[in-house]
């Protein structure tokens, strides 16, 4: 026991242990694991709504692939003929049968079908790009 009066200054300990239970705490308890399934079902439904809209997304990149390669390979076979009909261009041109603004108006045909080609191949990129962007390996 302590003695207050004593000089020897003897040490003191006192050592404690609470304990609270509550058991009218049960209602709560349940509720909160109510709202924790109900947070799970809600969380279960968003990954649901993510997954079809990234199918969704999937399935329009790829058809904007195959659009912009059957596209590329349209401006190929295009710019072939142009530069066939070029070639016979520069052949009138120097046979006379055909001017000089003739030929350049061929000329620019030949580069705007190039040019529609490197535009295309810019899309494709760009589509591909998307495509990594959203799947997040970009």
């Given at each position: 026991?302590?003695?207050?009066?004593?000089?020897?200054?003897?040490?003191?300990?006192?050592?404690?242990?609470?304990?609270?239970?509550?058991?009218?705490?049960?209602?709560?308890?349940?509720?909160?694991?109510?709202?924790?399934?109900?947070?799970?079902?809600?969380?279960?439904?968003?990954?649901?709504?993510?997954?079809?809209?990234?199918?969704?997304?999937?399935?329009?990149?790829?058809?904007?692939?195959?659009?912009?390669?059957?596209?590329?390979?349209?401006d190929n076979s295009i710019?072939?003929?142009?530069?066939?009909?070029?070639?016979?261009?520069?052949?009138?041109?120097?046979?006379?049968?055909?001017?000089?603004?003739?030929?350049?108006?061929?000329?620019?045909?030949?580069?705007?079908?190039?040019?529609?080609?490197?535009?295309?191949?810019?899309?494709?990129?760009?589509?591909?790009?998307?495509?990594?962007?959203?799947?997040?390996?970009?």
């Amino acid at each position: 026991a302590l003695n207050m009066f004593d000089i020897d200054g003897q040490f003191f300990y006192l050592v404690g242990v609470k304990l609270n239970w509550t058991i009218w705490d049960w209602k709560q308890s349940r509720n909160e694991s109510e709202m924790f399934g109900v947070s799970k079902d809600m969380i279960s439904l968003q990954q649901q709504a993510l997954d079809r809209t990234l199918k969704a997304q999937w399935v329009q990149y790829f058809t904007e692939i195959e659009k912009y390669n059957e596209l590329i390979k349209t401006d190929n076979s295009i710019i072939k003929m142009r530069n066939d009909i070029l070639k016979s261009a520069a052949s009138q041109l120097e046979n006379g049968t055909m001017t000089g603004t003739e030929y350049v108006t061929e000329q620019n045909t030949n580069m705007q079908a190039e040019l529609s080609r490197n535009l295309h191949e810019i899309q494709l990129m760009q589509v591909k790009l998307n495509m990594l962007a959203v799947t997040g390996k970009l």
